[in-house]
């Protein structure tokens, strides 16, 4: 890619590539009276791309700039909505000067919040609920309390941590173990050690994360 290392314009064009069935950013038209933006799909960004300074990859898992990187003749900054940028990646845009964001942290809330509501539905057996409700049947039944067990989360990283903002049954132990990446090359997830989850004790719950 030849780069034009110019000023920016007063009104910067942003590629916003994005997805049928895709939900767009909260606000794009505030974003529209800030920057020239050009929405397209994988489809059509080698279309949008001359002349832009800036993608937004809306479409997380799309891999389209690495067929259309020679339509990117001005392109400058990448930025990735989500926490992880592999799907991006290839060797001319490492090679490059274009600077590449992510969202890292963004989500570390979000993901806690479900992680928490997965736990207590294991717990409640909402699951269980849902079918009786749908039967029109009522039936008491015990369910295990949440409040003041131990939390395990392997695996740690920045959306390991309890939800901010929480209280009630979150306000229990929580421990975390990061793993250590194996000393060859890693070929598959199977080519890391999994915890035998069977032998975690009945007083504590246990979820994770494999290791990214």
Same mark, same amino acid.
């Given at each position: 890619?030849?780069?034009?290392? =110019?000023?920016?314009?007063? =009104?910067?064009?942003?590629?916003? #590539? ?7 950013p909260?606000? #794009? ?26 993608? #937004?990859?809306?479409?997380? %898992? ?9 339509a990117?003749?001005?392109? +400058? ?6 926490a ?19 969202? +890292?942290?963004? %989500? ?7 992680? #928490? ?26 369910t295990?309390?949440?409040?003041? +067990? ?11 941590? /309890? ?5 009630? /049954? ?19 997830? $199977? $080519?890391w ?20």
């Open positions: 890619m030849t780069q034009h290392h =110019r000023g920016l314009a007063t =009104r910067p064009t942003v590629v916003l #590539l994005t997805a049928d069935g895709v939900a767009p909260a606000h #794009l038209d505030e974003f529209r009276g800030l920057v020239e933006v050009r929405q397209c799909t994988a489809g059509t960004l080698a279309e949008a791309l001359p002349g832009a300074e800036v993608l #937004l990859v809306w479409d997380i %898992f799309s891999d389209a700039l690495a067929s259309a990187w020679h990117a003749d001005s392109l +400058r900054w990448v930025h990735v909505a989500a992880g940028v592999d799907a991006l990646l290839f060797d001319e845009l490492r090679e490059s000067d274009v600077l590449v964001t992510n969202a +890292r942290g963004v %989500f570390d809330g979000p993901i806690a919040e479900y992680v #928490l509501a997965c736990v207590l539905a294991h717990d409640k057996q909402l699951h269980r609920t849902e079918a009786l409700q749908r039967a029109g049947e009522w039936r008491h039944r015990e295990t309390r949440v409040a003041g +067990r131990r939390a395990l989360v392997v695996g740690t990283g920045g959306s390991a941590g /309890p939800p901010r903002g929480c209280s009630g /049954p979150w306000d229990s132990t929580s421990g975390g173990r990061g793993v250590d990446p194996p000393t060859t090359t890693r070929t598959s997830a $199977s $080519s050690t999994r915890p035998d989850w069977q032998s975690t004790s009945a007083t504590s719950t246990t979820w994770s994360w494999w290791p990214r």
